[in-house]
């Protein structure tokens, strides 16, 4: 049989592409390892994608999309962002009667507690990727909210590149570094619970990507205890947060 030839001695079919328009994506991501993550994922599956890292960005390039004909698709959400959350994103596109026929709007994140998912859905939210995003949910998500546009074929697993990985890497001891510097310090500067809890909050939605569960577990452990800590037991859950990440990082 020769090397071009099926078992049944035609030419074998060549694979064709799906037709019609790719899917347009806008992320909203201010985690620029998760923002590459999810853009890969995307690109692997033929959709055209843009990010942004607020949702006040988000809001302006949907507007500027609609006005050249090129409207997004899908918008997916951080839920934790800086200038607009993905909650307050969603309801002022909302408010503004961009409804969820002309453009379906996904949370993406780590919380996935019942209560934080009735929030996504008030907010005009239709559902929720859970982070770590893995390319077939988000394959799965695509196929319910844009199933009119065309997407390539979800063909196993692709990992993240090396490169990547080193910035992930450094970014784990950048967070460890900054917990140590919080413990030690001679008092909290003003703000240090909230800046911590996004470090924690950023580190749970990567680290499983990666492989590294136990780290986005105590990340997601590390980011309950400082948000549950009253001000004059602050130094101590820090401590107890650092103690989480060192025992898995």
């Given amino acids: 049989m020769s090397k071009g030839e099926s078992k049944s001695g035609q030419e074998p079919s060549p694979v064709t592409e799906p037709e ?4 347009r994506v806008l992320l909203a991501e201010d985690n620029v390892i998760a923002s590459e993550l999810i853009s890969m ?3 692997r599956l033929g959709c055209r994608v843009d990010t942004v890292s607020n949702g006040l960005d988000a809001i302006d390039l949907i507007y500027r999309a609609q006005q050249l004909d090129k409207a997004y698709d899908l918008l997916l959400l951080d839920a934790m962002m800086p200038v607009l959350t993905g909650s307050e994103t969603a309801r002022r596109l909302r408010a503004e009667g961009i409804d969820s026929s002309q453009l379906p709007i996904i949370a993406v994140t780590a919380a996935t507690d019942p209560a934080e998912v009735r929030e996504y859905l008030r907010a005009g939210m239709q559902g929720y990727l859970s982070k770590p995003v893995s390319l077939a ?3 799965a998500c695509i196929d319910a909210w844009a199933p009119g546009r065309s997407k390539k074929p979800h063909r196993g697993r692709r990992t993240p590149s090396d490169a990547l990985r080193r910035r992930y890497d450094l970014r784990k001891i950048e967070v460890l570094e ?8 001679g008092h ?4 240090i619970a909230t800046e911590l809890r996004e470090h924690l909050h950023k580190l749970a939605g990567t680290a499983g990507s990666f492989g590294e569960t136990d780290l986005s577990v105590a ?3 590390g980011e309950s205890l400082l948000e549950g800590a009253a001000p004059d037991g ?3 859950a820090i401590s107890r947060s650092l103690d989480l990440l060192k025992a898995v990082a």
């Fill in 234 to 236: 602050l130094r101590g």
């Fill in 178 to 185: 900054r917990f140590e510097t919080a413990v030690t310090a």
């Fill in 188 to 191: 909290l500067a003003p703000g």
């Fill in 137 to 139: 949910e988000f394959s």
């Fill in 41 to 43: 994922m995307a690109k």
């Fill in 219 to 221: 990340a997601s452990q």
């Fill in 20 to 23: 019609g328009e790719p899917v």
